[in-house]
């Protein structure tokens, strides 16, 4: 793969020059390669396999913090592989690689499945969107950071171990340090997301990471009506990456199920 045209982007929010496809990983042995390839036949989705032999590096430059920094670290675009328009039930699986010497800081955006309005994140109120990105905390903790209508979610959801933070502000922290990223070595998450009934608290969101299911709700609230990105992220500067740091993506693929 040499450029991002199985991705279909059709918006690129910021960060163009802090993305890169790459054949290796910088320095890359057989422990450091990617281990498992993208399956092309799944359903008529989005299968990478040429991402199995060739990277998506993303920068994140010393004291970025997220998009509206004076430096901003990652990027951010929203594709459109795939026609989702009638979509009930949608899968996103991608692999993630963190250098054994990442600085976690104390947290960072990744990508996941949108829908409705794009930047659905920074504070928005998530009426008419919503969007399940993941998210690293300290260490590597690893979450579900959800933007979805907040004031429509189910006591247990807020309340889902190991630890939720269902904040007015910003996003749900969801499940948070239910699975950890690894450094040093690939993690390969998968994400599926089924549609609630209209105005029904039904939604279905199941991750597996590294073939486990570490997560599965059938509580979340996405939409009252039928109706991607990476960075360090945060507000204040404790969040900013400390140093010139890279991430590595691998085996994107995404499937309508539903």
Sequence with gaps: MTDLSAFNVSHFAYGRDNLQIVDSLPGADDGQSVDAEADDDNGGGLGLG?????????????????????????????????????????????????????????????????????????????????????????????????YAPKDKQTDALCSAPPQSVCDADYGL???????????????????????????????GFVLEVDGNVVMDRSDVFYRDLSISSTFFGGHESEYASPKDQYTWFANFAMSRNA
């Design 50 to 146: 040429s991402l199995a032999t060739s990277v998506l590096q993303l920068f994140y430059p010393a004291n970025s913090i997220n998009p509206t920094s004076d430096i901003p670290g990652g990027a951010d675009f929203y594709a459109t592989p795939i026609d989702l328009s009638d979509a009930n039930n949608v899968t996103l699986e991608y692999s993630v690689y963190f250098p054994p010497d990442f600085d976690w800081v104390q947290a960072g955006k990744l990508p996941g499945i949108y829908g409705g309005h794009t930047a659905c994140s920074g504070g928005d109120a998530a009426i008419s969107c919503f969007s399940t990105r993941l998210m690293w905390r300290s260490h590597g903790a690893g979450e579900l950071y959800l």
């Design 173 to 203: 922290s969801v499940g948070r340090g239910s699975f950890h990223f690894a450094a040093g070595n690939w993690t390969h998450v998968r994400q599926t997301v089924t549609l609630n009934t209209p105005g029904q608290q039904d939604g």
